[in-house]
């Protein structure tokens, strides 16, 4: 990620903040210049450093489709995204077990009924047998 970042001419301080034993792995981007580069203004202080958090799960469970999407910021490209199914079993699996509640989650919860959005069972039954739910 920060050879790709330096390619663009962006240099940045990333910190791992994984646990050694978790399956998603978690990293901080820190970068002065980051948020002038997506336009955001900070004018109480101008030089913090803008943070990006990273979260890749190295061992997703079974049952995932995914989708091309074009991104056209800082330049257009392609990127592999989850589609909307498979994010609605994902927030369906934060609601059940995690250990805390999000209220975005009930938010994210509401606008996929009112989308009547699919939900992809595969996928939440394979994350619930991951975590070793009994809703499995």
Same mark, same amino acid.
């Given at each position: 990620?920060? $050879?790709e970042l330096e390619? %663009? !001419?962006?240099r940045v301080?990333?910190?791992?903040?994984?646990?050694?034993?978790?399956?998603v792995?978690?990293?901080?981007?820190k970068? &002065?210049?980051l948020g =002038?580069?997506? #336009?955001? $203004? &900070?004018?109480? #202080? *101008?030089? @913090?450093?803008?943070?990006?958090? +990273?979260e890749?799960?190295?061992? *997703? *469970?079974? !049952?995932a489709?995914?989708? #091309? $999407?074009?991104?056209?910021f800082p330049?257009?490209?392609?990127?592999?995204?989850?589609?909307?199914e498979?994010?609605? =079993? !994902?927030?369906?699996?934060? +609601?059940?077990?995690? @250990?805390f509640i999000k209220?975005?989650? %009930?938010?994210?919860?509401s606008?996929? +009924?009112? %989308?009547?959005t699919?939900? &992809? +069972?595969?996928?939440?039954r #394979? =994350?619930l047998? @991951?975590? !070793?739910s009994l809703? =499995?």
């Amino acid at each position: 990620m920060a $050879r790709e970042l330096e390619a %663009w !001419g962006v240099r940045v301080e990333i910190t791992d903040r994984s646990k050694a034993d978790s399956n998603v792995k978690k990293a901080f981007i820190k970068n &002065n210049s980051l948020g =002038a580069i997506l #336009n955001l $203004r &900070n004018s109480i #202080n *101008p030089d @913090q450093k803008f943070t990006v958090k +990273l979260e890749v799960d190295i061992k *997703p *469970p079974i !049952g995932a489709k995914f989708e #091309n $999407r074009l991104c056209e910021f800082p330049t257009d490209f392609y990127v592999v995204c989850h589609d909307a199914e498979n994010l609605f =079993a !994902g927030k369906i699996h934060a +609601l059940l077990c995690r @250990q805390f509640i999000k209220g975005r989650d %009930w938010y994210d919860f509401s606008r996929y +009924l009112s %989308w009547k959005t699919e939900i &992809n +069972l595969t996928l939440l039954r #394979n =994350a619930l047998k @991951q975590v !070793g739910s009994l809703l =499995a």
